[in-house]
């Protein structure tokens, strides 16, 4: 009798724990998202996939960083902040955009040549020197779990670079108030597709954007600086600035969005792509997108150092619902996370002059949102079965419509094995919807007993099987959106 009850005691009591486990939040505003970020390995580590892309792509969550206006020194060592910053939310691939010594002529995006490094983000004039700098920054943004994809400049250099003057041969036309690049010849080609190898052995690097490419090299340039890293056993991404075909040469684009490039230099808020222009769901099933989605990597790429204004303005759906919770790589301009103020330079007001103000990120309204986008970040980071899974056609994807009585705006749900996180947005309306359960087309019909959570309260909504849980209700926050969990058991 004492066994019976000694027996019956430890099962009630591992029912009460095992229930209390149940109900712990799944999300929390305050998780570490930092520890869920992927951890940096070198090269022999990094495995190559089908498709020739690193394994490390699929994780990627992206910012686009300025070294000479992300902090107000403007160098290579003060921007450790950025990375930390960086870190801690989770973002782990920073886009630099290029380090070229501009000299006074140029910007950066103009400059002396590839085998350059700025000066003034690196306090020293020689160039070999600056560009162990250079590593050196890498290497702690390798420590911190972040990717590095240096800008290369294709098109030709700025006047009084010495390279015009002692190669003249190199150089054919004017390019952007510069001397154009003679890509005809051999010489040159040889010398500048060492040079970027160099860069990239180096450095250390993870990668490279090419400027305004493929429309100016075509794929051969770049597929010879991949294959030549790839030879010394780096493991580099390959990102073109306009959509391609990809040839085998790049791994992704910046402007995967087919009308990026018509509204970056739109005052104000441009009308956004999957909120004013396009069904999201509609628009990756019918392979809308670039290649007609038959791509596996895309980037939605919603601001960048060309746009007049910011883009995202504070806008959850904006950086959430058609980001971070969508089927692309996100990338951003710095200070977009938490609405940087911009100032509107003269005589070109681009964002890429635009010094950034860590200050407003202390403002309370700028901080609210700071965390919710964190938050984001964390949830795309906690469940990397769902929002990691890139099949070999974009248009694939595992994405469905989620229908939403009283919604204004395209719901959706990405799924994989037992769960669903279904993204409900609110775009205008204030009141209470009704969401009906895509049990089959998320692949959880076969399941009997299923829990719904709240993920930003880490609340159980219902439980209850299929039947009995076909619809629930919720009022999701205007210009926001609700995460539900579906979990089936």
């Known amino acids: ?121 690196t306090g020293t004039v020689d160039y070999e020197q600056g560009w162990g700098k250079m590593a050196a920054f890498i290497d702690e943004a390798h420590q911190r ?129 999957f909120i004013d222009k396009y069904n999201i769901v509609d628009f990756i099933r019918s392979g809308q997108i670039g290649g007609k989605g038959m791509y596996r990597f895309y980037v939605n790429n919603v601001t960048c150092h060309d746009n007049i204004d910011p883009v995202i303005w504070g806008n959850r759906l904006a950086i959430g619902y058609q980001m971070i919770f969508a089927p692309y790589i996100p990338l951003w301009y710095i200070g977009e996370e938490w609405n940087n103020p911009h100032r509107g330079l003269s005589p070109d007001p681009v964002l890429y002059f635009n010094k950034i103000d860590w200050t407003a990120l202390e403002k309370a309204e700028n901080r609210t949102f700071f965390e919710d986008v964190k938050f984001m970040i964390f949830i795309r980071r906690q469940y990397p079965e769902i ?23 395209q719901a959706y749900a990405r799924y994989a094995g037992n769960k669903a996180i279904l993204v409900i947005p609110a775009n205008h309306i204030r009141s209470e919807v009704t969401v009906s359960i895509p049990y089959a087309e998320t692949g959880l019909a076969s399941y009997s007993r299923f829990n719904v959570t709240d993920l930003k309260t880490g609340k159980t909504l219902a439980e209850g099987s299929a039947s009995e849980l076909k619809t629930i209700k919720i009022t999701p926050p205007q210009k926001d959106m609700s995460l539900l969990l579906v979990e089936g058991k």
């Open 387 to 409: 929002f990691t899974y890139f099949p070999e056609h974009q248009k694939d994807i595992n994405i469905c419509k989620v229908k939403v009585s009283g919604g204004d705006l």
């Open 145 to 273: 779990n972040i990717r590095i994809f240096l800008d290369v400049i294709t098109w030709g250099a700025v006047p009084g670079s010495g390279l015009i003057a002692e190669h003249p041969q190199w150089f054919s036309g004017s390019a952007w108030d510069g001397d154009a690049f003679n890509w005809s010849h051999p010489e040159f080609t040889e010398w500048f597709i060492r040079q970027v190898v160099t860069i990239g052995l180096n450095t250390r690097c993870d990668g490279f954007r090419f400027d305004c490419e493929p429309e100016i090299t075509g794929y051969g340039v770049v597929g010879q600086i991949r294959d030549r890293l790839l030879a010394q056993g780096r493991k580099a991404v390959m990102m073109s600035e306009a959509p391609n075909e990809r040839k085998g040469v790049y791994i992704m684009e910046q402007r995967a969005i087919d009308d990026w490039l018509t509204y970056y230099r739109t005052e104000g808020v441009p009308p956004y792509t």
């Open 1 to 121: 009798m004492k066994i019976q009850i000694i027996i019956s005691l430890f099962i009630a009591v591992n029912a009460m724990r095992l229930s209390a486990q149940e109900q712990q939040p799944v999300g929390n505003v305050r998780g570490d998202v930092a520890a869920l970020t992927p951890k940096y390995v070198p090269d022999d580590q990094v495995v190559l996939e089908s498709d020739g892309s690193p394994d490390w792509v699929k994780h990627l969550i992206m910012a686009e960083v300025r070294i000479q206006t992300a902090t107000d020194e403007g160098t290579l060592e003060a921007a450790v902040k950025v990375l930390d910053h960086y870190r801690d939310i989770g973002v782990n691939g920073i886009w630099i955009t290029p380090v070229y010594d501009p000299s006074p002529r140029g910007n950066g995006y103009s400059n002396l040549g590839p085998h350059t490094i700025d000066p003034k983000i």
